[in-house]
Protein backbone atom coordinates (compact mmCIF):
# COMPACT_ATOMS: atom_id res chain seq x y z
CA UNK A 1 0.00 0.00 0.00
CA UNK A 2 1.37 3.14 -0.98
CA UNK A 3 1.88 5.73 1.56
CA UNK A 4 -0.71 8.45 1.57
CA UNK A 5 0.79 11.57 2.86
CA UNK A 6 3.18 11.31 -0.19
CA UNK A 7 0.71 10.40 -2.13
CA UNK A 8 -1.63 13.56 -1.14
CA UNK A 9 1.82 15.96 -1.54
CA UNK A 10 1.19 15.16 -5.46
CA UNK A 11 -1.45 17.32 -5.49
CA UNK A 12 0.63 20.39 -3.68
CA UNK A 13 3.75 20.55 -6.21
CA UNK A 14 6.11 23.69 -5.93
CA UNK A 15 4.57 26.81 -7.29
CA UNK A 16 8.52 27.87 -7.97
CA UNK A 17 9.17 24.82 -10.12
CA UNK A 18 5.64 24.96 -11.92
CA UNK A 19 6.62 28.31 -13.45
CA UNK A 20 10.01 27.03 -14.18
CA UNK A 21 8.78 24.46 -16.13
CA UNK A 22 6.28 26.59 -17.73
CA UNK A 23 9.25 29.45 -18.76
CA UNK A 24 11.35 26.18 -20.25
CA UNK A 25 7.92 25.29 -22.45
CA UNK A 26 7.73 28.92 -23.18
CA UNK A 27 11.28 29.47 -24.18
CA UNK A 28 10.96 25.72 -26.75
CA UNK A 29 8.09 28.19 -28.31
CA UNK A 30 9.33 31.42 -28.89
CA UNK A 31 13.63 31.36 -27.67
CA UNK A 32 14.31 31.06 -23.81
CA UNK A 33 16.23 34.50 -24.46
CA UNK A 34 12.59 36.21 -24.99
CA UNK A 35 10.95 34.55 -21.94
CA UNK A 36 11.86 36.64 -18.55
CA UNK A 37 12.08 33.50 -16.22
CA UNK A 38 12.34 35.50 -12.63
CA UNK A 39 11.08 31.79 -11.18
CA UNK A 40 13.93 29.77 -9.74
CA UNK A 41 16.84 30.75 -7.72
CA UNK A 42 19.95 28.94 -9.76
CA UNK A 43 22.51 30.98 -9.32
CA UNK A 44 23.64 32.28 -13.13
CA UNK A 45 27.44 33.94 -12.37
CA UNK A 46 30.24 31.15 -13.36
CA UNK A 47 32.13 28.97 -10.69
CA UNK A 48 35.31 30.40 -9.64
CA UNK A 49 38.11 29.27 -11.90
CA UNK A 50 40.15 28.40 -8.67
CA UNK A 51 37.65 25.74 -7.73
CA UNK A 52 37.76 24.24 -11.47
CA UNK A 53 41.60 24.13 -11.09
CA UNK A 54 41.73 22.88 -7.81
CA UNK A 55 39.11 19.76 -9.19
CA UNK A 56 41.50 19.54 -12.06
CA UNK A 57 44.40 19.36 -9.73
CA UNK A 58 42.92 16.66 -8.12
CA UNK A 59 41.94 14.29 -10.77
CA UNK A 60 45.18 14.83 -12.53
CA UNK A 61 47.15 13.62 -9.29
CA UNK A 62 45.25 11.83 -6.77
CA UNK A 63 44.28 8.49 -6.30
CA UNK A 64 40.35 7.56 -7.71
CA UNK A 65 39.38 5.54 -4.95
CA UNK A 66 40.52 8.48 -2.61
CA UNK A 67 38.28 10.77 -4.92
CA UNK A 68 35.52 8.88 -5.14
CA UNK A 69 35.25 6.28 -2.21
CA UNK A 70 33.26 6.98 0.51
CA UNK A 71 33.86 9.70 3.14
CA UNK A 72 34.24 9.46 6.77
CA UNK A 73 30.53 9.57 7.93
CA UNK A 74 31.27 12.67 9.31
CA UNK A 75 32.97 14.77 6.27
CA UNK A 76 36.53 13.96 4.98
CA UNK A 77 38.78 15.17 8.66
CA UNK A 78 41.05 17.59 6.53
CA UNK A 79 37.87 19.22 4.97
CA UNK A 80 36.15 19.76 8.17
CA UNK A 81 39.26 21.02 9.99
CA UNK A 82 39.91 23.66 6.78
CA UNK A 83 36.04 24.66 7.51
CA UNK A 84 36.52 24.86 11.68
CA UNK A 85 39.64 26.88 10.71
CA UNK A 86 37.75 29.02 7.95
CA UNK A 87 34.77 29.83 10.20
CA UNK A 88 37.31 30.43 13.23
CA UNK A 89 39.33 32.88 10.67
CA UNK A 90 36.62 35.03 9.65
CA UNK A 91 34.41 35.16 12.94
CA UNK A 92 35.92 34.96 15.90
CA UNK A 93 34.06 31.78 17.12
CA UNK A 94 36.35 28.58 18.05
CA UNK A 95 35.17 25.91 15.78
CA UNK A 96 37.30 23.05 15.76
CA UNK A 97 36.22 19.74 13.46
CA UNK A 98 34.24 18.24 16.15
CA UNK A 99 31.96 21.14 15.40
CA UNK A 100 31.63 20.47 12.28
CA UNK A 101 28.83 17.87 10.10
CA UNK A 102 29.59 17.93 6.34
CA UNK A 103 26.10 17.24 4.61
CA UNK A 104 24.52 17.19 0.88
CA UNK A 105 23.95 21.37 0.99
CA UNK A 106 21.74 23.44 3.04
CA UNK A 107 18.67 21.03 2.99
CA UNK A 108 20.99 17.90 4.19
CA UNK A 109 22.11 20.38 6.84
CA UNK A 110 18.81 21.37 8.00
CA UNK A 111 17.41 17.72 7.80
CA UNK A 112 20.03 17.20 10.43
CA UNK A 113 19.63 20.07 12.26
CA UNK A 114 16.28 19.57 12.83
CA UNK A 115 16.10 16.35 13.78
CA UNK A 116 19.11 16.62 16.26
CA UNK A 117 16.76 18.78 18.67
CA UNK A 118 12.91 18.22 18.23
CA UNK A 119 11.17 14.90 19.00
CA UNK A 120 7.68 14.21 17.20
CA UNK A 121 4.80 16.98 18.15
CA UNK A 122 7.34 19.64 19.00
CA UNK A 123 7.10 22.91 17.69
CA UNK A 124 9.76 24.92 15.23
CA UNK A 125 8.93 28.85 14.27
CA UNK A 126 10.24 30.40 11.35
CA UNK A 127 9.40 33.96 10.18
CA UNK A 128 7.49 34.94 7.32
CA UNK A 129 8.19 34.90 4.48
CA UNK A 130 9.77 31.94 4.29
CA UNK A 131 11.45 29.28 1.81
CA UNK A 132 8.20 26.94 1.28
CA UNK A 133 10.41 23.89 1.53
CA UNK A 134 10.49 24.62 5.65
CA UNK A 135 7.15 23.36 5.65
CA UNK A 136 7.80 19.32 4.01
CA UNK A 137 11.52 19.63 5.59
CA UNK A 138 9.97 20.17 9.34
CA UNK A 139 6.78 18.18 9.50
CA UNK A 140 8.29 15.19 8.05
CA UNK A 141 10.13 14.97 10.79
CA UNK A 142 7.34 14.83 13.28
CA UNK A 143 7.78 17.99 14.22
CA UNK A 144 5.39 20.76 13.37
CA UNK A 145 6.42 24.47 11.57
CA UNK A 146 4.31 27.40 12.71
CA UNK A 147 5.10 30.49 11.10
CA UNK A 148 5.37 34.29 12.76
CA UNK A 149 3.39 36.55 10.26
CA UNK A 150 5.50 39.28 8.78
CA UNK A 151 6.72 42.63 9.35
CA UNK A 152 5.94 43.71 6.09
CA UNK A 153 7.23 47.44 6.86
CA UNK A 154 10.84 46.23 6.92
CA UNK A 155 10.71 42.26 6.65
CA UNK A 156 12.84 42.52 9.65
CA UNK A 157 11.17 40.11 12.82
CA UNK A 158 7.55 40.88 13.85
CA UNK A 159 8.91 40.09 17.43
CA UNK A 160 4.99 40.68 18.99
CA UNK A 161 3.58 37.90 17.63
CA UNK A 162 6.78 36.33 17.61
CA UNK A 163 6.32 36.37 21.60
CA UNK A 164 2.84 35.99 21.31
CA UNK A 165 3.96 32.24 19.51
CA UNK A 166 7.10 31.38 21.55
CA UNK A 167 5.28 29.06 23.93
CA UNK A 168 6.81 26.05 26.30
CA UNK A 169 7.09 23.31 23.28
CA UNK A 170 9.02 25.40 20.94
CA UNK A 171 12.20 23.94 21.03
CA UNK A 172 13.52 25.49 17.67
CA UNK A 173 13.09 28.61 16.20
CA UNK A 174 14.45 28.64 12.06
CA UNK A 175 15.69 31.26 10.49
CA UNK A 176 16.64 32.37 6.85
CA UNK A 177 19.45 35.75 7.06
CA UNK A 178 19.74 37.02 4.06
CA UNK A 179 16.62 35.89 3.27
CA UNK A 180 14.49 34.37 0.24
CA UNK A 181 11.74 35.78 -0.86
CA UNK A 182 12.43 39.74 0.49
CA UNK A 183 16.72 39.42 0.14
CA UNK A 184 16.32 41.63 3.80
CA UNK A 185 19.56 40.84 5.91
CA UNK A 186 18.33 40.31 9.52
CA UNK A 187 19.95 43.49 11.41
CA UNK A 188 21.99 43.41 14.67
CA UNK A 189 19.19 45.08 16.25
CA UNK A 190 16.99 42.33 15.36
CA UNK A 191 19.73 39.18 15.95
CA UNK A 192 20.37 40.82 19.27
CA UNK A 193 16.67 41.26 20.37
CA UNK A 194 15.96 37.58 18.98
CA UNK A 195 18.87 36.22 21.07
CA UNK A 196 17.44 38.40 24.13
CA UNK A 197 14.33 36.80 24.07
CA UNK A 198 15.63 32.82 23.46
CA UNK A 199 18.19 33.90 26.17
CA UNK A 200 15.32 34.72 28.61
CA UNK A 201 12.67 31.51 27.28
CA UNK A 202 15.06 29.52 28.21
CA UNK A 203 15.53 30.43 31.32
CA UNK A 204 11.87 30.72 31.99
CA UNK A 205 11.02 27.37 30.52
CA UNK A 206 13.34 25.80 31.86
CA UNK A 207 14.89 23.79 28.43
CA UNK A 208 17.00 24.94 25.69
CA UNK A 209 15.61 26.58 22.44
CA UNK A 210 18.23 26.24 19.37
CA UNK A 211 18.60 28.63 16.94
CA UNK A 212 18.78 26.97 13.52
CA UNK A 213 20.12 29.73 10.86
CA UNK A 214 20.02 28.50 7.52
CA UNK A 215 22.79 30.47 5.65
CA UNK A 216 23.24 29.32 2.03
CA UNK A 217 23.14 33.52 0.90
CA UNK A 218 25.50 34.21 3.57
CA UNK A 219 27.74 35.76 0.83
CA UNK A 220 25.39 37.25 -0.88
CA UNK A 221 25.46 41.00 1.03
CA UNK A 222 25.24 44.51 -0.78
CA UNK A 223 27.59 47.48 -0.33
CA UNK A 224 26.93 49.09 3.10
CA UNK A 225 24.66 46.36 4.64
CA UNK A 226 24.64 45.65 8.41
CA UNK A 227 24.83 41.81 7.81
CA UNK A 228 26.35 40.04 11.21
CA UNK A 229 27.31 36.17 11.57
CA UNK A 230 24.05 34.83 13.39
CA UNK A 231 26.11 32.68 15.64
CA UNK A 232 27.52 35.45 17.30
CA UNK A 233 24.73 36.28 19.22
CA UNK A 234 23.57 33.35 20.88
CA UNK A 235 25.37 29.99 21.78
CA UNK A 236 22.48 27.65 21.01
CA UNK A 237 22.82 28.20 17.27
CA UNK A 238 23.23 25.37 14.33
CA UNK A 239 24.33 27.05 11.75
CA UNK A 240 23.24 25.49 7.95
CA UNK A 241 25.57 26.16 5.33
CA UNK A 242 25.56 25.33 1.63
CA UNK A 243 28.12 26.49 -1.06
CA UNK A 244 25.95 26.49 -3.89
CA UNK A 245 25.28 30.14 -3.73
CA UNK A 246 28.55 31.53 -3.27
CA UNK A 247 30.55 29.02 -5.55
CA UNK A 248 27.93 28.53 -7.93
CA UNK A 249 27.72 24.86 -6.98
CA UNK A 250 24.36 23.78 -6.08
CA UNK A 251 24.06 20.76 -8.44
CA UNK A 252 27.03 19.41 -5.87
CA UNK A 253 25.34 19.33 -3.35
CA UNK A 254 27.66 20.30 -0.95
CA UNK A 255 27.07 21.82 2.57
CA UNK A 256 28.39 21.51 6.71
CA UNK A 257 26.45 22.13 9.66
CA UNK A 258 28.42 23.92 11.95
CA UNK A 259 27.63 23.49 16.11
CA UNK A 260 28.36 26.59 17.76
CA UNK A 261 31.25 25.27 20.40
CA UNK A 262 29.27 26.95 23.53
CA UNK A 263 25.76 25.18 22.39
CA UNK A 264 24.54 22.68 24.71
CA UNK A 265 25.07 19.30 23.90
CA UNK A 266 28.00 20.44 21.68
CA UNK A 267 29.88 17.76 22.10
CA UNK A 268 27.66 14.84 21.15
CA UNK A 269 25.92 16.37 17.83
CA UNK A 270 28.00 15.38 15.26
CA UNK A 271 28.35 12.06 16.16
CA UNK A 272 24.66 12.05 16.26
CA UNK A 273 24.35 13.99 12.95
CA UNK A 274 25.92 10.20 11.90
CA UNK A 275 23.16 8.54 13.46
CA UNK A 276 20.48 10.42 12.00
CA UNK A 277 22.06 9.89 8.74
CA UNK A 278 21.48 6.28 8.83
CA UNK A 279 17.95 6.95 8.82
CA UNK A 280 17.54 9.41 6.02
CA UNK A 281 20.31 8.73 3.82
CA UNK A 282 22.14 12.24 4.03
CA UNK A 283 25.13 10.99 4.44
CA UNK A 284 28.22 10.63 2.69
CA UNK A 285 28.56 13.91 0.33
CA UNK A 286 30.83 13.30 -2.33
CA UNK A 287 34.65 13.27 -1.57
CA UNK A 288 35.93 14.81 -4.49
CA UNK A 289 33.53 18.24 -4.17
CA UNK A 290 34.73 17.84 -0.14
CA UNK A 291 38.25 18.13 -1.54
CA UNK A 292 37.64 20.94 -3.50
CA UNK A 293 36.24 23.49 -1.75
CA UNK A 294 37.81 22.95 1.44
CA UNK A 295 40.53 25.00 -0.87
CA UNK A 296 38.68 27.67 -1.64
CA UNK A 297 37.35 28.42 1.27
CA UNK A 298 38.20 32.07 0.89
CA UNK A 299 36.67 32.56 -2.55
CA UNK A 300 33.40 33.29 -3.98
CA UNK A 301 31.94 33.10 -7.47
CA UNK A 302 31.88 36.62 -8.70
CA UNK A 303 28.76 37.84 -6.94
CA UNK A 304 28.90 41.53 -7.93
CA UNK A 305 26.35 40.97 -11.04
CA UNK A 306 23.65 40.12 -8.34
CA UNK A 307 23.89 43.56 -6.77
CA UNK A 308 23.64 45.29 -10.69
CA UNK A 309 20.33 43.57 -11.00
CA UNK A 310 18.93 44.55 -7.71
CA UNK A 311 19.81 48.34 -8.17
CA UNK A 312 18.33 48.22 -12.11
CA UNK A 313 15.18 46.30 -10.65
CA UNK A 314 14.41 48.20 -7.36
CA UNK A 315 14.89 51.57 -9.08
CA UNK A 316 12.44 50.84 -12.07
CA UNK A 317 10.05 49.22 -9.47
CA UNK A 318 9.76 52.00 -7.23
CA UNK A 319 9.23 54.25 -10.74
CA UNK A 320 6.12 52.02 -11.74
CA UNK A 321 4.79 53.08 -8.30
CA UNK A 322 5.17 49.52 -6.91
CA UNK A 323 6.24 49.56 -2.76
CA UNK A 324 8.96 47.03 -1.81
CA UNK A 325 12.08 46.78 0.89
CA UNK A 326 15.41 47.06 -1.27
CA UNK A 327 17.05 44.00 -0.53
CA UNK A 328 20.19 43.70 1.44
CA UNK A 329 21.73 40.73 -0.47
CA UNK A 330 20.88 37.47 -1.98
CA UNK A 331 19.36 37.51 -5.52
CA UNK A 332 15.75 37.63 -4.34
CA UNK A 333 13.34 40.64 -4.53
CA UNK A 334 9.79 40.57 -3.07
CA UNK A 335 7.61 43.77 -4.42
CA UNK A 336 3.77 44.04 -3.20
CA UNK A 337 1.80 43.52 -5.86
CA UNK A 338 -0.49 46.31 -7.93
CA UNK A 339 -3.81 44.22 -6.88
CA UNK A 340 -4.49 42.37 -4.08
CA UNK A 341 -4.55 38.83 -5.30
CA UNK A 342 -1.05 38.18 -6.31
CA UNK A 343 -2.06 35.31 -8.00
CA UNK A 344 -3.80 36.88 -10.70
CA UNK A 345 -1.19 39.64 -10.85
CA UNK A 346 1.21 36.98 -11.81
CA UNK A 347 -0.98 35.53 -13.82
CA UNK A 348 -1.17 38.36 -15.82
CA UNK A 349 2.47 38.85 -16.23
CA UNK A 350 2.76 35.88 -17.98
CA UNK A 351 1.40 37.37 -21.01
CA UNK A 352 4.33 39.79 -21.44
CA UNK A 353 6.19 36.75 -20.80
CA UNK A 354 7.53 37.72 -17.22
CA UNK A 355 7.48 34.89 -14.96
CA UNK A 356 7.31 36.19 -11.75
CA UNK A 357 6.22 34.16 -8.45
CA UNK A 358 3.47 34.78 -6.23
CA UNK A 359 3.94 35.68 -2.31
CA UNK A 360 0.92 33.11 -1.33
CA UNK A 361 3.45 30.25 -0.37
CA UNK A 362 5.91 32.09 0.93
CA UNK A 363 3.11 33.17 3.35
CA UNK A 364 3.05 36.88 2.48
CA UNK A 365 -0.14 36.80 0.15
CA UNK A 366 -0.18 39.73 -1.77
CA UNK A 367 3.65 40.26 -2.60
CA UNK A 368 5.83 38.34 -5.48
CA UNK A 369 9.34 37.22 -5.70
CA UNK A 370 11.53 38.24 -8.20
CA UNK A 371 14.59 35.66 -8.76
CA UNK A 372 17.06 38.20 -10.46
CA UNK A 373 20.13 35.92 -11.14
CA UNK A 374 19.47 35.93 -15.00
CA UNK A 375 22.37 37.99 -17.23
CA UNK A 376 21.82 41.71 -17.04
CA UNK A 377 21.56 42.50 -20.40
CA UNK A 378 18.13 40.19 -20.03
CA UNK A 379 17.44 42.38 -16.88
CA UNK A 380 17.50 45.44 -18.77
CA UNK A 381 15.29 43.51 -21.63
CA UNK A 382 12.80 42.66 -19.07
CA UNK A 383 12.62 46.09 -18.02
CA UNK A 384 10.79 47.48 -20.70
CA UNK A 385 7.83 43.73 -20.69
CA UNK A 386 7.76 45.13 -17.27
CA UNK A 387 6.89 48.89 -18.02
CA UNK A 388 4.74 48.01 -21.00
CA UNK A 389 2.82 45.45 -18.73
CA UNK A 390 2.26 47.67 -15.57
CA UNK A 391 1.17 50.54 -17.95
CA UNK A 392 -1.40 48.34 -19.64
CA UNK A 393 -2.99 46.25 -16.92
CA UNK A 394 -2.84 48.72 -14.05
CA UNK A 395 -2.84 52.47 -15.58
CA UNK A 396 -4.53 54.30 -12.55
CA UNK A 397 -1.10 53.13 -10.44
CA UNK A 398 0.86 56.22 -8.95
CA UNK A 399 3.75 55.24 -10.57
CA UNK A 400 5.88 57.94 -13.32
Same mark, same amino acid.
Given at each position: ?????????? !?????????????????????????? +??????????????????????????????????? &?????????????????????????????????????????????????????? $??? *?????????????????????? +?????????????????????????????? *? !???????? $?????????? =???????????????????????????? *????????????????? =??????????????????? !?????????????????????????????????????????????????????????????????? $??????????????????????? +????? *?????????????????? $??????????????????? &??????
Amino acid at each position: MLVQKYKDML !SGKSVIRQLSEFATARGQEIGYENVF +DYSLGNPSVPVPREFTDKMIHLLATKETNYLHGYS &PSPGITSVREAVAASLEQRFGIPYKKEHIFMASGAAGALAHAFRLVTEPKDVIL $TFA *PFFPEYNPYVNLTGATLKVVPP +DTDTFQINFEKFEKMLTKKVMAVLINTPNN *P !SGVVYSTE $TLQKLADILK =KKQEEYGHDIYLISDEPYREIVFEGVDA *PCVSKFYDNTISCYSFS =KSLSLPGERIGYVAIHPNC !SGAEYMVNMCVQISRGIGHNCPPSIIQLAVAQVLDKTADLRVYETNMNLIYNELIDLGFTCVKPGG $TFYIFPKALEEDAKVFCEKALKY +DLVLV *PGDSFQAPGYFRMAYCID $TEKVKRSLVALRKFVETEY &PDRNGK
